[in-house]
């Protein structure tokens, strides 16, 4: 039987203070991350740039720009379709950015499913 003068013990409490110092660290870049991922913005374009749709955070919108050329009678449903495309390509951009964001957070663990943790990406 080895001797018990507590160096194993020693060394498995220095292992776990060094996996909470990682976990403190990670839990940081996580929410440096959101605070990035919130002031994000992406612009999405249809129609040939007809229309123009700009994001941030979550999707908030920020803005939208429309080409006087569809403000005609008759053109209301050409119109909704050329917002909701708009809407859409700066959708796919915000959250590629987004992710992109949480992956670089994420380091080493990013696509890794812990339960108890936000997905990262």
């Not at 605070?35 to 700009?54: D, F, P, R, W, Y």
Request: net charge negative; proline share 4%.
């Amino acid at each position: 039987m080895a001797p018990r003068d507590g160096t194993a013990y020693l060394g498995r409490m220095k292992d776990l203070n060094a996996l909470m110092q990682q976990a403190q660290a990670m839990q940081q870049k996580l929410q440096d991350a959101q605070a990035k991922m919130a002031e994000t913005t992406a612009s999405g374009t249809s129609g040939g740039g007809l229309v123009a749709i700009a994001l941030k955070g979550a999707g908030e919108i920020t803005a939208v720009t429309i080409d006087d050329s569809l403000l005609v009678p008759g053109e209301g449903e050409i119109l909704a379709d050329l917002i909701v495309a708009a809407h859409a390509d700066a959708k796919r951009k915000l959250d590629e950015a987004n992710s992109a964001l949480m992956r670089e957070a994420a380091g080493p663990m990013a696509g890794m499913n812990i339960p108890g943790m936000p997905k990262l990406f």
